[in-house]
């Protein structure tokens, strides 16, 4: 399950696992009974912000791309119109993402 630690609708930090809650609290010990979302709605930091952990849905990468194209997976998830967190994809060109040699000149 991959989590994003979110202040309202903007991304603070992800992915967000128990590594980071526990580097967050490091005086709580955390075990398997509770997902990373629910243990951080007992820590101080969710009582004194409007800071909470969520769950993020990761999208299949689509599949219908053309010829000198690639599928790159968004760096942040997104709030979709259904109000869930989701992790998406983008399509780029080679262009896009690496400079031609002529450029480096």
Do not use: H
Request: charged share 20%; aromatic share 10%.
């Amino acid at each position: 399950m991959l989590y994003a630690k979110i202040n309202n609708t903007t991304v603070i930090e992800f992915p967000y696992s128990i590594n980071e809650l526990c580097r967050d609290n490091p005086n709580t010990s955390y075990d398997d009974r509770y997902s990373v979302s629910e243990w951080f709605l007992k820590t101080e930091a969710a009582e004194s912000s409007n800071d909470r952990v969520v769950e993020v849905e990761s999208l299949q990468a689509p599949s219908n791309i053309s010829e000198g194209q690639f599928v790159v997976r968004d760096p942040n998830p997104s709030l979709n119109a259904n109000g869930e967190w989701v992790l998406g994809w983008s399509i780029a060109t080679l262009a896009t993402v690496a400079p031609t040699v002529d450029a480096v000149r």
